[in-house]
């Protein structure tokens, strides 16, 4: 039987209209939420992004303060700009669009953003606490897959999951929460990387498959067991004449033949993608309820 798809653009949506609601209670009280949000360089992808960041401050009534900075932008400029955001109290939460040039050091900006205002959850801080189960700002694409599992009504308690990726923005910190003793965590995590042996055999023991890789495609059906629940992370481009753009987006996960192995799975686009930018906004109202 062919997979449920996991609707993440409608789960993403009924978690809006409920942060509209509380938009609007914290602008009764005086208090817009407002983002900052930075990008430095031309990449369409971080464009794209920032573009639909922008568009999702604006559904919700949120202040936001947009800057695009040229690629030349000196690691001290940014970091200058970080200082202003910073000390804005209209600003409850700054992010700065990564990947950064090269010439630029992501840590040393990343740690530069003061941790309240660390909505994308990358600080240090806010990754010990996440790690520690203290309350704190959770990264929003770990924490949109946590949402996207609870309102399936997947049972993560107790499941075998499978991550295959261990990046710091999603593969560790979404591991994390799984492992963690709270509610969409308490799972049997094992986490897969380029150097991971048989990588096949481990996939295929997963109850929850979990692929955050950048290759497309890289899961295939036989790496799936017949029934797992599985969340594609990846968002990746390939030539496509067809298209108007020239190019389509597909996932890590070779999704038509995994639709019939798995009993959930989760689209691209249209599954992990909307739930990050959920999730960014979700910490932003709540900084915002800290300033309160
Ligand atoms: P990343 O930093 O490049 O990390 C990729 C991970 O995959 C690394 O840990 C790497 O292992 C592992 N990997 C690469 N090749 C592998 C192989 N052949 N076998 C097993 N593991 C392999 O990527 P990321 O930032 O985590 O992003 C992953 C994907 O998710 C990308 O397509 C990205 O665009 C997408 N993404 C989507 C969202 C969203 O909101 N939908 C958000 C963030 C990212 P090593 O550590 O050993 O190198």
């Given at each position: 039987?062919a997979?449920?798809?996991?609707?993440?653009k409608?789960?993403?949506?009924?978690?809006r209209?409920?942060?509209?609601?509380?938009?609007?209670?914290?602008?009764?009280?005086?208090?817009?939420?407002?983002?900052?949000?930075?990008?430095v360089?031309?990449?369409?992808?971080?464009r794209?992004?920032?573009?639909?960041?922008?568009?999702?401050?604006?559904?919700?009534?949120?202040?936001?303060?947009?800057?695009?900075?040229?690629?030349e932008?000196?690691?001290e400029?940014?970091?200058?700009?970080?200082?202003?955001?910073?000390?804005?109290?209209?600003?409850?939460?700054?992010?700065?669009?990564?990947?950064?040039?090269?010439?630029i050091?992501?840590?040393?900006?990343?740690m530069?953003?003061?941790?309240?205002?660390?909505?994308?959850g990358?600080?240090p801080?806010?990754i010990?606490?996440?790690?520690?189960?203290?309350?704190?700002?959770?990264?929003?694409t770990?924490?949109?897959?946590?949402?996207?599992?609870?309102?399936?009504n997947v049972?993560v308690?107790?499941?075998?999951?499978?991550?295959?990726?261990?990046?710091?923005?999603v593969?560790?910190?979404v591991?994390n929460?799984?492992?963690?003793?709270?509610e969409?965590?308490?799972?049997t995590v094992?986490?897969?990387?380029?150097?991971?042996?048989?990588i096949?055999?481990?996939?295929?023991?997963?109850?929850?498959?979990?692929?955050?890789?950048?290759?497309?495609?890289?899961?295939?059906?036989?790496?799936?067991?017949?029934?797992?629940?599985?969340?594609?992370?990846g968002?990746?481009?390939?030539?496509?004449?067809?298209?108007?753009?020239?190019?389509?987006?597909?996932g890590?996960?070779?999704?038509k033949?995994?639709?019939?192995?798995?009993?959930?799975?989760?689209?691209?686009?249209?599954?992990?993608?909307?739930?990050?930018?959920?999730?960014?906004?979700?910490?932003?109202?709540?900084?915002?309820?800290?300033?309160?």
């Amino acid at each position: 039987m062919a997979a449920q798809i996991i609707d993440g653009k409608l789960i993403a949506s009924e978690i809006r209209e409920d942060l509209k609601k509380e938009v609007l209670e914290l602008k009764a009280s005086g208090i817009t939420p407002g983002l900052g949000v930075i990008l430095v360089g031309e990449d369409p992808a971080s464009r794209s992004y920032v573009s639909a960041k922008e568009k999702a401050c604006d559904n919700l009534g949120l202040y936001s303060e947009n800057v695009k900075l040229p690629a030349e932008t000196t690691e001290e400029e940014l970091l200058a700009l970080v200082d202003t955001m910073n000390n804005n109290s209209k600003i409850d939460g700054i992010l700065v669009q990564l990947p950064l040039p090269k010439h630029i050091d992501t840590d040393r900006v990343i740690m530069r953003i003061i941790p309240e205002k660390d909505v994308d959850g990358f600080h240090p801080q806010s990754i010990g606490k996440m790690i520690m189960g203290k309350d704190t700002f959770l990264p929003c694409t770990p924490h949109g897959i946590i949402k996207l599992l609870l309102h399936s009504n997947v049972k993560v308690e107790g499941a075998n999951v499978v991550v295959v990726g261990r990046s710091n923005i999603v593969g560790k910190p979404v591991a994390n929460l799984l492992l963690s003793k709270s509610e969409g965590g308490n799972a049997t995590v094992t986490v897969c990387h380029s150097r991971t042996k048989n990588i096949a055999e481990i996939t295929r023991r997963a109850d929850i498959l979990i692929a955050a890789i950048g290759k497309p495609e890289f899961i295939t059906a036989d790496m799936i067991k017949d029934g797992a629940v599985v969340i594609d992370v990846g968002v990746n481009r390939v030539d496509d004449s067809t298209k108007k753009r020239g190019y389509r987006l597909v996932g890590d996960v070779e999704y038509k033949a995994a639709l019939e192995k798995a009993s959930k799975i989760t689209p691209v686009p249209g599954g992990v993608g909307p739930m990050t930018i959920t999730m960014l906004m979700y910490n932003t109202v709540n900084s915002a309820k800290n300033r309160k």
